[in-house]
C-alpha cells in the first residue's frame, strides 16, 4: 500500500518538474510550430519583437517610402516559391534571389537589420521568414493601410534555388493567374486582393513597353489601355531607349504610395500598367470584385485579410526548417 503512495508521490513529483520545465523554458523556445496570433510575444526576454521590427522598419520608411512597395513584392515573392520561408533571402549565384524576377526585388537590408536586433536580443529565437511577413505589414500600416494581426511561428527553409522560381509574368492571362494563385491556396477573389500590392510601387518600363508600341505583335498599342495613359507612358518608356525607366503602377500620382483602392479605380478607366492588372478589369470573373473595390472603402481591411492568407502559404513546420542566425545563410 505504502508502496503504491510512494510511487504516486514520485510521479507527481516528476509531473511537477516536467511541467516546471515547460512554464519556464517554453517562454524563452523560438517563435516557431503552428502559426499563431502574436506567438512570439513573451519569447524574447524583455524585448518585444514585434516592436523590435517596427522600429527598424519605421525608420527606414521615414528614410524611403518606396520601402513599403519593395517589402509587398518580397512577400510575394517569398510565400509564392517553396511558401513563406525566406527561401528569397538566401545568397548565392543559383539561389532565387539570382533568378531574373527577383533581380529587382528590394528590401534586403531591412530584413537584416531587424533580424541583427533581435539576434542581438535573443539568439536563435525570430525567424527570418516572420520578420519578412512582420516588416510588410509594418511597412502597409504606415502608408495607410491596416495595421493587421499578424501570425508568426515560421522557420526558415533551407532550399533556395532559381529554377525553383515560377512567378507569373506580367502578360500571363487572368485563367492561369487564377490558376496559379489556386494552386497556392488563394482564391480568385484573394488573387484580385493581393494584386492591389500593385497601388503601390512601380514596373520598368521593359515590362510593358509591349503594350504601347507592338501589342501582341500588332504593331499598334493595347486597345486596352486608355489613349492618354499610352501617351503619358511612352513619354517615360520612349521606343529606343537604352535605359529601362520605371513607372507608378498606381497612375494616380497623389495615391501612388499609399496602400489605398486607387489602384482599382485606375482599372475601371484602362489605366492599369501591367496587362495582368488591366485584364482584371476585363475579364467577367475578376471586373465584379474590381468594381466593388473601386468603390468601397473597405479595401484596406480586405487586403489586410488576403495577406495574412498569403503568409500562411505553405508555412514549414519544426522539422522541416531552422532559425536562421543569418538570414543570408543556412546555419
Ligand atoms: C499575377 C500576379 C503578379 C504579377 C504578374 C506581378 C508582376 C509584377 C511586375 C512585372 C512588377 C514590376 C517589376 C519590375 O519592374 O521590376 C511588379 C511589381 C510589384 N509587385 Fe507584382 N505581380 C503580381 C502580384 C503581386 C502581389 C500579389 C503583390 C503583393 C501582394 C505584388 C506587389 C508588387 C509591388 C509592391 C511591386 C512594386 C515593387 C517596387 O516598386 O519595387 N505583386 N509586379
Known amino acids: 500500500?505504502?508502496?503504491?503512495?510512494?510511487?504516486?508521490?514520485?510521479?507527481?513529483?516528476?509531473?511537477?518538474?516536467?511541467?516546471?520545465?515547460?512554464?519556464?523554458?517554453?517562454?524563452?523556445?523560438?517563435?516557431?510550430?503552428?502559426?499563431?496570433?502574436?506567438?512570439?510575444?513573451?519569447?524574447?526576454?524583455?524585448?518585444?519583437?514585434?516592436?523590435?521590427?517596427?522600429?527598424?522598419?519605421?525608420?527606414?520608411?521615414?528614410?524611403?517610402?518606396?520601402?513599403?512597395?519593395?517589402?509587398?513584392?518580397?512577400?510575394?515573392?517569398?510565400?509564392?516559391?517553396?511558401?513563406?520561408?525566406?527561401?528569397?533571402?538566401?545568397?548565392?549565384?543559383?539561389?532565387?534571389?539570382?533568378?531574373?524576377?527577383?533581380?529587382?526585388?528590394?528590401g534586403y537590408d531591412i530584413i537584416d537589420e531587424a533580424k541583427a536586433?533581435?539576434?542581438?536580443?535573443?539568439?536563435?529565437?525570430?525567424?527570418?521568414?516572420?520578420?519578412?511577413?512582420?516588416?510588410?505589414?509594418?511597412?502597409?500600416?504606415?502608408?495607410?493601410?491596416?495595421?493587421?494581426?499578424i501570425q508568426t511561428g515560421r522557420k526558415d527553409g533551407l532550399v533556395s534555388q532559381a529554377s525553383n522560381v515560377n512567378l507569373p509574368s506580367p502578360s500571363i492571362s487572368v485563367s492561369d493567374s487564377i490558376a496559379a494563385f489556386a494552386k497556392k491556396g488563394l482564391t480568385t477573389?484573394?488573387?484580385?486582393?493581393?494584386?492591389?500590392?500593385?497601388?503601390?510601387?512601380?514596373?520598368?518600363?521593359?515590362l510593358f513597353q509591349d503594350?504601347?508600341?507592338?501589342?501582341?505583335?500588332?504593331?499598334?498599342?493595347?486597345?486596352?489601355?486608355?489613349?492618354?495613359?499610352?501617351?503619358?507612358?511612352s513619354l517615360r518608356c520612349p521606343k529606343n531607349a537604352s535605359v529601362d525607366n520605371t513607372a507608378n503602377l498606381d497612375q494616380n500620382p497623389l495615391s501612388a504610395l499609399v496602400v489605398d483602392n486607387d489602384y482599382y479605380k485606375q482599372l475601371l478607366l484602362r489605366r492599369g500598367v501591367l496587362q495582368i492588372d488591366q485584364a482584371l478589369a476585363m475579364d467577367a470573373r475578376t471586373r465584379p470584385t474590381v468594381a466593388s473595390l473601386a468603390s468601397r472603402s473597405d479595401f484596406t481591411s480586405q487586403f489586410a485579410e488576403a495577406m495574412v492568407k498569403l503568409g500562411a502559404v505553405e508555412v514549414l513546420t519544426d522539422e522541416q526548417g531552422q532559425i536562421r542566425r543569418s538570414c543570408r545563410s543556412v546555419n
Not at 125 to 147: K, L
Not at 199 to 205: I, L, N, P, Q, S
Not at 211 to 233: E, F, H, I, K, W
Open 211 to 233: 503594350r504601347l508600341y507592338n501589342y501582341q505583335g500588332t504593331g499598334q498599342r493595347d486597345p486596352n489601355m486608355s489613349l492618354l495613359l499610352a501617351v503619358t507612358l
Open 189 to 206: 477573389e484573394d488573387m484580385v486582393l493581393l494584386l492591389g500590392g500593385h497601388t503601390v510601387g512601380v514596373a520598368h518600363c521593359s
Open 1 to 106: 500500500m505504502s508502496d503504491v503512495t510512494d510511487t504516486k508521490k514520485k510521479s507527481m513529483k516528476g509531473l511537477a518538474v516536467v511541467v516546471l520545465v515547460v512554464v519556464l523554458v517554453l517562454p524563452l523556445g523560438p517563435c516557431q510550430g503552428a502559426l499563431q496570433d502574436g506567438y512570439c510575444k513573451g519569447k524574447c526576454g524583455s524585448t518585444d519583437v514585434e516592436d523590435t521590427i517596427k522600429n527598424v522598419v519605421l525608420s527606414k520608411f521615414n528614410q524611403d517610402r518606396s520601402i513599403v512597395a519593395a517589402l509587398l513584392r518580397m512577400q510575394f515573392h517569398d510565400c509564392f516559391v517553396k511558401g513563406c520561408d525566406a527561401s528569397i533571402l538566401l545568397d548565392g549565384s543559383s539561389s532565387e534571389k539570382a533568378a531574373i524576377p527577383n533581380l529587382s526585388v528590394r
Open 117 to 149: 536586433a533581435l539576434e542581438k536580443a535573443c539568439p536563435g529565437v525570430v525567424s527570418c521568414a516572420d520578420i519578412i511577413i512582420a516588416a510588410t505589414r509594418d511597412a502597409v500600416s504606415f502608408s495607410g493601410g491596416e495595421r493587421y494581426e
